[in-house]
């Protein structure tokens, strides 16, 4: 996909993947392909009790109708990933 958006254009490139697409193997190809990348993160194993308790303490929250409160919470996680042997290597 990416090589046909860069025949189809020589400015930047956008890759916007929803969560289906947040796995490691992914983010390191998107890296290699120099372009710039949004994708959104599955929270899986994550404690969503915890996740709700930040997003509604730091985030944006507005109530579109009487009881109902939606949070927003924006996050940007920068990772160092360098490959040995074609496996990928993750530096925490």
């Not at 983010?27 to 930040?54: H, M």
């Amino acid at each position: 996909m990416i090589v046909h958006a860069r025949v189809s254009t020589e400015g930047k490139i956008l890759v916007r993947a929803d969560a289906a697409h947040d796995a490691l193997d992914t983010l390191i190809a998107l890296s290699d392909a120099q372009v710039g990348y949004i994708v959104k993160w599955n929270p899986r194993k994550s404690n969503v009790l915890e996740w709700r308790d930040r997003v509604f303490a730091q985030g944006e929250v507005i109530t579109p109708r009487p009881g109902k409160k939606v949070g927003t919470l924006i996050v940007n996680e920068t990772r160092k990933i360098k490959t040995m042997q074609d496996k990928p290597v993750l530096d925490l």
